[in-house]
């Protein structure tokens, strides 16, 4: 970690963070890759979601990460949906510290592994998963709009 790291804080996200939590998207993927609003705020209400929100101490959002859930041959399993910290502020552990809760708070309701898709040409969150204990699972031709593949990727919640 850097030594000019990030004082912040995490708080789970409510309904009124959408706006927040969309400039953000916005700037952290391209247009057609990025969540409308209606989607994030969606996903906040969604019944089940887990949605982490990391706050400077100004109260600015410089992170989050929201995860919903799902079933395999019985099994509860957490499937994060995204995690976007500033590009201001990364390699500064805030990434980390909103895995983290998620994967807390997903062994907390017995979940027993954590997956999802990234896009094969991002590199950057590839490494950041697997230096956070994921492998990758398979490939998804044209996940994302209809062109760019995604690799599937699993960690299991020991
Ligand atoms: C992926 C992302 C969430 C990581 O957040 P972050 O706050 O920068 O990550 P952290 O500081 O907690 O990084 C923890 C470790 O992950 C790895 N890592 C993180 N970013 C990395 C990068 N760009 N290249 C290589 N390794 C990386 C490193 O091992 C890092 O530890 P170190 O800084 O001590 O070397 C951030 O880059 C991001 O928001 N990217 C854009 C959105 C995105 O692609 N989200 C994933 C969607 S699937």
Redesign the pocket.
């Known amino acids: 970690?850097r030594e000019d790291s990030v004082a912040f804080s995490l708080r789970p996200g409510v309904h009124e963070d959408y706006a927040a939590l969309y400039r953000l998207d916005q700037a952290?993927?391209a247009p057609g890759i990025a969540w409308s609003k209606a989607e994030l705020e969606y996903f906040l209400k969604y019944p089940g979601n887990l949605s982490i929100v990391a706050e400077d101490e100004a109260g600015r959002i410089v992170?989050f990460a929201i995860a919903g859930r799902q079933r395999r041959q019985g099994a509860l399993l957490g499937r994060l949906i995204?995690?976007?910290?500033d590009a201001a502020l990364?390699?500064?552990?805030?990434?980390?510290r909103l895995l983290g809760e998620i994967e807390t708070q997903f062994r907390g309701i017995g979940a027993v592994a954590v997956l999802?898709e990234?896009a094969v040409d991002?590199t950057?969150?590839q490494?950041?998963y697997v230096?956070h204990g994921f492998a990758r699972t398979g490939r998804i031709p044209g996940y994302y709009l209809g062109r760019i593949d995604a690799l599937a990727m699993e960690k299991p919640l020991g």
């Open positions: 970690m952290c993927f992170g995204t995690i976007d910290v990364r390699r500064r552990g805030v990434g980390r999802l990234v991002n950057a969150a490494e950041f230096r």
